[in-house]
């Protein structure tokens, strides 16, 4: 991303942020899984939610190898890890 071009960046941001997804309904229960696999809990920081392979990148939620019961515990985990990983991003940036 240091490399990456301004307009490219806030390209990306705009398409992101004006992503329209339309809800047309829900699952019957116990339909919801948690996704299992993605990046291992070795390789992250937790006290910064930070790749330790790829410095500057921060992770949270699902694309985190975490596996639980449904219910409100993956909720809490995408929200904290959310958290944590979005003010550690934040005050990366901003120390530079």
Known sequence: W??????SVRLLA????????????KGVF???????????LKEI???TMESKSCPGLFLCGEVIDIDGITG???????WSTGYVAGT???????SR
């Open 72 to 78: 409100g515990y993956n909720f809490m985990n995408c």
């Open 30 to 40: 116990k339909e919801e899984f948690v996704t299992a696999g993605g990046v291992s």
């Open 2 to 7: 240091a490399v990456a071009p301004k307009k």
């Open 45 to 47: 920081d937790m006290r």
């Open 14 to 25: 705009r398409m992101i942020s004006e992503c329209a997804i339309h809800v047309t309904g």
């Open 88 to 94: 550690s991003a934040a005050q990366h940036v901003m």
